[in-house]
């Protein structure tokens, strides 16, 4: 399965401030220069984590089972921006840095670093 168009354009498109900050858990460490996320290992509990996170900062755009609404599918085999389902690097930086014009950076004040790799592991899960 491959993440859908926006999630080059979109993890959590059109989620934004008005969604409210997701805060909890801690930040895992990142790399220096291109924010690139330590390395992981999923579990099935990183990824009900990641489903509870999703439910809350996505499924308003990408609808409750990742299928699609304002923002694109992330259940579909279509994967943009990434090598594949597997890049969790690749997939960890959309989500939080975003993507100019078509979804917003959830990094920061919105998801920690944490809840990033855990909505990560969600997403491949899909």
């Known amino acids: 399965m491959k993440l859908s168009r ?23 460490a ?14 099935p509990e ?15 755009c990408h609808g409750a089972n990742a299928q699609g609404g304002r923002a694109p599918n992330l259940a579909d085999a279509t994967w943009v921006g990434v090598a594949s389902k597997d890049d969790h690097a690749g997939i960890f930086r959309i989500i939080k840095e975003g993507v100019p014009g078509r979804m917003p950076a959830m990094g920061g004040r919105q ?16």
């Open 46 to 60: 990183r990824v009900a984590e990641g489903q509870t996170v999703f439910a809350s900062a996505c499924a308003g």
């Open 30 to 43: 990142a790399g220096p220069a291109t924010g690139a996320p330590a390395a992981m290992t999923s579990s």
């Open 6 to 28: 926006t999630v080059l354009s979109a993890v959590v498109l059109g989620v934004s401030a008005s969604l409210g900050a997701c805060a909890s858990g801690g930040a895992a």
């Open 111 to 126: 998801l920690t670093d944490d809840q990033i790799h855990a909505l990560t592991f969600y997403i491949q899960s899909l």
